[in-house]
């Protein structure tokens, strides 16, 4: 081992007695294996009411990354018990065949969620396709109409990724309300939304991005802290809070071909009370409960509440 590596790791054995902090470790892989297993109940509650969940999977062009992320959504929903279709157009697809396409899957009533694998090949105008997909089928939780719900407090589908971290935060035992929850990174499908969830969990919430002024002053106030910035090792030891917890949304891939967060975790580890590892933290997560949305949407549907999560709290004060 080389003396680089030999110093940091003496260095956080030092914090961790300083400290006298280990984080937890919270097991993503374990946790979602856990909720696709409950959603899986909620499945055959629902066949034995007569109704089979359908998510259908559009996914235009042949992007590798894409085109794993896909495969792995249907197995995991085939699993589950749910009806899969995944419906792949060429990369020349038009815009009005993928609109026309959408249009189909929105009259079809088999059809309970509707998902088009982002990012869409260049020429295609990814806006205007997500506003066509019914908001009711939109597990994804980007349609306008779901955004305003969720910021209006009313019931509606709401991104995986971040209703991913909301549910590793319950399940881990994190309390979220009162507490100051700092979010870096401001896109339409990590930190806005999750903003939202943790305001609407009585939190108090700052999001930081590209252009806040001193990250790590604001990081330190944080008793609850995000990062979705995709910045390898952006987040170091000493811009958190001792006893933190920490969820890491990066995925950033290291020199040598490994995958690893935003979070320098072993370092952070000897600091935060709480931290997902990259992989296997809140990556996991995403399907899952995607999956949860499309059950939610089967059953609303027919006017059940079956596997509803509650609507977030609508209270201005
Ligand atoms: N591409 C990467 N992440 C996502 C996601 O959460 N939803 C969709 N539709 N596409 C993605």
């Not at 909720?35 to 992007?63: I, Y």
Request: charged fraction near 25%.
């Amino acid at each position: 081992m080389s003396q680089v590596v030999q110093g940091k790791g003496a260095d956080d054995a030092a914090r961790k007695l300083e400290t006298g902090m280990t984080a937890k470790r919270i097991d993503g892989k374990a946790i979602a294996a856990q909720l696709r297993a409950e959603v899986a109940e909620g499945v055959a509650e629902l066949v034995q009411l007569g109704v089979r969940p359908g998510l259908t999977v559009v996914l235009v062009g042949e992007d590798p990354a894409s085109q794993v992320y896909v495969r792995n959504k249907d197995r995991a929903a085939e699993a589950a018990g749910f009806l899969v279709r995944t419906i792949k157009l060429p990369a020349e697809t038009t815009q009005a065949e993928l609109m026309e396409a959408v249009a189909k899957l929105n009259a079809d009533a088999s059809v309970h969620g509707i998902l088009v694998q982002l990012p869409l090949p260049r020429g295609l105008d990814e806006d205007a396709v997500v506003r066509a997909i019914d908001p009711d089928k939109d597990v994804d939780g980007l349609h306008p109409e779901n955004v305003a719900r969720l910021v209006m407090g009313s019931e509606g589908l709401v991104p995986c990724t971040p209703a991913g971290c909301i549910e590793l935060l319950d399940r881990s035992g994190v309390e979220i309300e009162g507490r100051h929850a700092v979010v870096v990174g401001r896109s339409m499908l990590v930190g806005k939304p999750l903003a939202q969830l943790l305001l609407a969990r009585n939190a108090t919430v700052t999001t930081c991005h590209s252009r806040s002024r001193d990250l790590p002053a604001l990081c330190r106030q944080a008793d609850i802290l995000v990062s979705a910035v995709g910045r390898l090792g952006l987040i170091r030891a000493d811009w958190v809070r001792p006893g933190a917890a920490v969820l890491d949304v990066g995925i950033n891939r290291r020199e040598d071909g490994k995958l690893a967060g935003d979070v320098a975790y072993e370092e952070v580890s000897a600091v935060a009370g709480f931290i997902t590892p990259v992989p296997g933290g809140v990556g996991p997560m995403t399907i899952a409960m995607l999956l949860r949305n499309t059950l939610t949407a089967a059953a609303r549907s027919r006017d059940l509440e079956l596997g509803a999560p509650k609507a977030p709290s609508s209270d201005p004060s």
